[in-house]
């Protein structure tokens, strides 16, 4: 591909530095990423920005003007630039900018001023009723936001950025070094303008030019049924405006849910331990439990906030119930897990006199006065019989 450079600015080519130098001006407040962020109009500012840079120099605006190269590689060839020499508008790219046909690195051009805000994150605390059934919290975050008196672009009133006369708008800067391979061009971040190509001489003074300040503000999130700890919430755009007041982040709300005083939660079930008497282990009874729907449940709601648990008679310590769908709803509302009661029967410790003659005179009417267990008593175990060994 071969272009003109003259065409590419608009002047003639016998115009002079003043008129170069305007034309370029002109075209660069034109097609600059801070204005135009479309990736082809960033391409049209490089082409722009390597035609001034030849153009505005006198020895490399002769050695265009005679087919040579500009930057001294002696790739020049008759007829001028554009008219047949051997090298093309891509050779000279490469070389100004690091292209991969050049000994340099890729070059990118000036970075956007304006660019997306980092995501947020914070956490907050539910409890399981809210995890399980949803919520709607309000909440306050402390992030970025667009500075109200330059609304994002940095600038002072009456000011504006003016392009980089260092790099001339480009963002980089090229650095030459010599070696036994001949001179390599590397590209750099231009250090007057960090890179961005332009510069803010009267930087807001709110926000230091930078187009965003700090603030605290507050928000609504919605948590939906079934999250547990370590869910995150997505609050789109929610989150750091970016730098010269660029579209903002995404906000993460990171959910941890607090210690239910009855209910554990494991995955979507959930379980409880209840604990009863000998007695009414014994005769069997029947418990009122609370649902975990009390926690949330308004006072006139027709919600159901307690169950009956029936322990029958003879449970043991330790038996489970599972109660079908009495846990946690799934993500999404995706089925419920169920509520597994585990029941621990209670064993007296301490009897007054008349208590302890029940339970004997109990004893004695079950059989029960020297309980032997599982054991039978002429049943010797390893050690005996090994003892029994020795002694023989």
């Known amino acids: 591909m071969r272009q003109d450079l003259y065409e590419i600015l608009g002047v003639s080519r016998d115009a002079d530095g003043d008129a170069i130098k305007k034309a370029y001006r002109k075209l660069a407040r034109q097609l600059h990423p801070?204005?135009?962020p479309d990736p082809e109009t960033q391409d049209k500012f490089k082409e722009v920005s390597l035609a001034y840079e030849v153009l505005s120099d006198p020895q490399k605006r002769a050695s265009y003007d005679r087919g040579g190269d500009p930057f001294g590689g002696g790739m020049g060839g008759a007829g001028g630039f554009g008219q047949g020499q051997g090298f093309s508008f891509t050779d000279i790219m490469d070389a100004f900018f690091g292209g991969q046909g050049g000994a340099g690195q890729a070059g990118r051009g000036p970075k956007a001023r304006v660019r997306r805000g980092q995501d947020a994150l914070i956490r907050l605390e539910i409890e399981l009723a809210e995890a399980a059934f949803g919520v709607t919290r309000e909440i306050k975050v402390d992030t970025a936001v667009v500075c109200e008196t330059c609304?994002?672009?940095g600038a002072a009133e009456g000011s504006e950025p003016i392009t980089c006369e260092t790099c001339r708008g480009?963002?980089?800067?090229?650095h030459v070094q010599r070696s036994f391979l001949g001179e390599i061009r590397t590209l750099r971040p231009c250090a007057a303008c960090r890179g961005f190509g332009s510069i803010i001489p009267d930087p807001c003074r709110d926000c230091a030019g930078d187009g965003r300040v700090r603030s605290r503000?507050?928000?609504?999130?919605?948590?939906?049924?079934?999250v547990d700890t370590g869910t995150r919430v997505q609050l789109s755009g929610?989150?750091?405006v970016g730098p010269g007041g660029g579209p903002a982040g995404d906000l993460f709300v990171e959910i941890h849910v607090a210690r239910h005083e009855t209910f554990t939660r494991h995955g979507s079930d959930l379980r409880c331990t209840v604990t009863v008497p000998m007695t009414a282990a014994a005769l069997g009874v029947t418990l009122t439990l609370p649902t975990l729907e009390a926690d949330v449940a308004d006072a006139d709601s027709d919600v159901d906030t307690s169950f009956p648990l029936e322990v029958k008679p003879g449970t043991q310590s330790g038996s489970e119930q599972v109660l079908r769908a009495k846990g946690v709803p799934g993500l999404r509302n995706v089925g419920r897990g169920d509520l597994v009661v585990t029941v621990v029967v209670e064993t007296p410790t301490k009897l007054d006199a008349r208590q302890e003659e029940l339970l004997r005179e109990l004893a004695n009417l079950r059989g029960e006065e020297a309980p032997t267990g599982n054991v039978e008593a002429g049943h010797k175990g390893v050690f005996g019989r090994l003892r029994d060994a020795f002694n023989h």
């Open 170 to 174: 480009a963002g980089e800067v090229a």
């Open 151 to 153: 609304h994002g672009g």
């Open 217 to 226: 503000r507050g928000l609504t999130v919605k948590i939906p049924a079934g």
């Open 238 to 240: 929610q989150g750091e």
């Open 34 to 36: 801070d204005v135009n």
